[in-house]
């Protein structure tokens, strides 16, 4: 490469810690390029994960609507059918509506997309091999690293994303499986198995443990939403491990048995879907090569501050620690930058919520019951069940609940845990509460609209320390 092109901030990898912190360092007047491989901007979020995944979701929640909940509403519907190549077409055009705003954003803030792959030639030095052919050598003051992460494989599967898939093939197949096994029971089994399941696959999750949901989902949420899916017409295989699989012939063999050892079986399946969870991803990024380190798990390690031990090289989002999601990517590359133009950064992991987005949704904040009975905190439970909400009746949606746990000497809110229609949105009011340290008085004694869903959040943190009024 020529002479190096000096950089305030040079960051690795568009996605969402990525573009982030470039747009962040736009505003603040660095010099910022912004260096990402993919022909879009928006990294594993907007291109194959959480958008196109919404997309499929929300629609084929539609049409699963449209089949089984009309005729007790009026609504009479004939000859429903699902265009697959339309649903795609639909996800595809969301998608690249958001992937060509992030390049709108760049250009308002000044950062440069450097299109191609960027590796460490030395402490201050990225060297980028470019898409277009040739090479550029940027060299930054600043460097953050935003690499991101990709599907753990299973060993002895070979994943074609046709047969034997990851979430990326699952949002993209062509014609509906007769019947799909997903291997792994956490939030991608179910959002992906949820699609194809109302498509008309016949879908089987196999969990290695004795709970859906994958880690952070509290058990009596996680045992509700597994039998609402049930009834929506998803199997579960729980305490059970995938031993191997055979992909040779034109059905996929997954061998199974009890997790403690045990009854044996052997599963068919159309497609595979393999969800064990995903893991850093730092390949060809050369970190190796300035003595930068990995843990047991493949993390970039940092401090507090997310500095590698050199300390103008910064790392966050998935490749790093934490939960592997965007909006914690996406705070973290605000602090990062922050820490970078004024010394001083926050992000509070404590209080960064998850969402499934099943239907109905799933979604928690802060602490569940077997985290805090572990640390032997005491601590006192407030449920409402939405088919006691006035809303969710007259929406004919009353499925789940709402559950707040709280200290019990203090009635500060550790945890909130809902399962229901909105989840998703409802868990905001809970974020911030647990943010601002309110207490479920503090929640309970606010107005809340009527007729909302939010008044079963409001009534579940009355629940911990009075009696709700509507149940
Ligand atoms: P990524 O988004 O993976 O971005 C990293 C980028 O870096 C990639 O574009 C990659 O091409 C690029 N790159 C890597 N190495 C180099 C290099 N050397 N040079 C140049 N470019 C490089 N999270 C949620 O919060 N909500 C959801 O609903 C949700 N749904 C999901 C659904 C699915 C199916 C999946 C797979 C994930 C989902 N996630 C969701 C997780 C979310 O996608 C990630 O947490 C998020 O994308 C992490 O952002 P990131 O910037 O750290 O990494
Ligand atoms: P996950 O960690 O959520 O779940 C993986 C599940 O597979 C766990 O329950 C685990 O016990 C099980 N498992 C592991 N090995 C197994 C084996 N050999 N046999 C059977 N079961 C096995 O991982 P997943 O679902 O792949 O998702 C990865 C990450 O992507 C999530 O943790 C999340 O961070 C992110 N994501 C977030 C979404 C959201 O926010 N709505 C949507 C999709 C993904």
Known sequence: ASEAEERDLIVIGGGVAGYVAAIKAGQAGLKVSCIEKRATLGGTCLNVGCIPSKSLLNNTHLYHQILHDTKNRGIVVDGVHMDIAQLMKAKETSVSGLTKGIEFLFKKNNVEWVKGTGAFADEHTVDVNLV??????????????????????????????????????????????????????????????????????????????????????????????????????MKFKLNTKVTSGDDSSASVKINVEAAKGGKEETLDADVVLVAIGRRPYTAGLGFENIGLEVDERGRLIIDQEYRTKIPHIRVIGDCTFGPMLAHKAEEEAVAAVEYITKGYGHVNYNAIPSVMYTHPEVAWVGQNEQELQKEGVKYKVGTFPFSANSRAKTNLDTEGFVKFLSDAETDRILGVHIVGPNAGEMIAEGTLALEYGASCEDVARTSHAHPTLSEAFKEAAMATYDKAIHF
């Open 132 to 233: 277009e052919g040739g090479e550029r050598s940027l060299r930054g003051k600043n460097i953050i690293v935003a690499t991101g992460s990709e599907a753990t494989p299973f060993p002895g599967l070979t994943i074609d994303e046709e047969k034997v898939i990851t979430s990326t093939g699952a949002i993209a197949l062509k014609e509906v499986p007769k019947k799909m096994v997903v291997i792994g029971g956490g939030i991608i089994g179910l959002e992906m198995g949820s699609v194809w399941s109302r498509l008309g696959a016949e879908v089987t999750v196999v969990e290695y443990l004795g709970q859906i949901g994958g880690p952070g989902m509290d058990a009596e949420v996680a045992k509700a939403t597994q039998k609402l899916l049930a009834k929506q017409g």
